[in-house]
Structures are given as structure tokens and as C-alpha cells.
């Protein structure tokens, strides 16, 4: 009997649109009337079918054969750029610990000599700039800057998995 029910939609698919996610898409249609990809019956078409659209669905349908226009790559870009300096941050914070763990050692040991941990955070602020520049610089590599925050959180499961067989 249930081999008879047509499959579930997927809920993201299916979401329902907003107003902004409606003039989203119109604004890109203006962008692509501009540039000569539409045209203007094929606009005003388009922004008949977006104001009725009532999913996301239906709203991807108006732009399935258009490139993606500059300002939907700039938001793409930016948040990614958002979700790589994210971790940028946390793995930053995690390597900081180890900054104030080596202070903390330094203080309890009588404060004597040189401030050793200088030189963690120093290699900590390096690995930062490093990236930063990756990030922000004046060419963006924000493929770099994944993988090696991919491979650092690949050593990190590797780790605890070694860890967990002993």
C-alpha cells in the first residue's frame, strides 16, 4: 500500500518564499534584462511567475537558465568568507588555550627567565595572519584557507580516533 504514495518532498525544497527571497530574484532579473539575457517581455514574464511564486522551488525554476548574476556571487562570497573566518576564530581560540596553558605553567614556576610561551603565540598569530591574508588579502584564496582548516580538523579526528582505540 505504501508503494503506491508518491515520494516525500524534500523540505528544503518545498520551503516557502519570502518577500525578500521575491525581490532577490527580481533584482538579478533586472541585472540580467541589463545585460542583454532577457528580454523585456521575457522580464515582465518573469516577475509575473516570481510575485506568484509561493516556494523557493519555484522561484529557482525563473532562474534555472541564467548565470549567476554578480550581486548573488558577491553574497555567495561573502558568506562563505563569513563562514571560513568563523573557523578561523574557533580554531584560533582553541590554539590560544594552549598560549594561556603555557603562560599559566611560566607563572606557577616562578616567573623566572624568559617569557617562553611568547613563542607559541607567536606561531598561533602567524598561522592568524596567514590566513587572514588568505581571507582578506588582495587576492582571496578561500580554497586555501579550507583546506587547511580541513586538514588541520582532519589531524584532530585522526588524533582522538587513535586516542579512543588505546
Known sequence: MSEDLPPAP???RELRASDEDRERLIDELH????????STEELEQRLQQAYAARTITQLEELR???????????????????????RLVQETGGSLSLFVLGTAV????????QFWPVWILIVVLLSLARSAWALFGPAPDLEAVERRLDA???????R???RRRR
Request: net charge positive; charged share 35%.
Open 106 to 113: 611560566w607563572l606557577v614556576s616562578g616567573a623566572h627567565g
Open 152 to 158: 588541520r580538523s582532519d589531524r584532530r579526528e585522526r
Open 64 to 86: 534555472r537558465d541564467l548565470p549567476d548574476s554578480s550581486r548573488a556571487s558577491a553574497l555567495s562570497l561573502r558568506a562563505r568568507r563569513s563562514h571560513l573566518t568563523r
Open 31 to 38: 541585472e540580467h534584462t541589463v545585460a542583454g539575457r532577457l
Open 10 to 12: 524534500s523540505p528544503q
Open 160 to 162: 582522538l580516533q587513535r
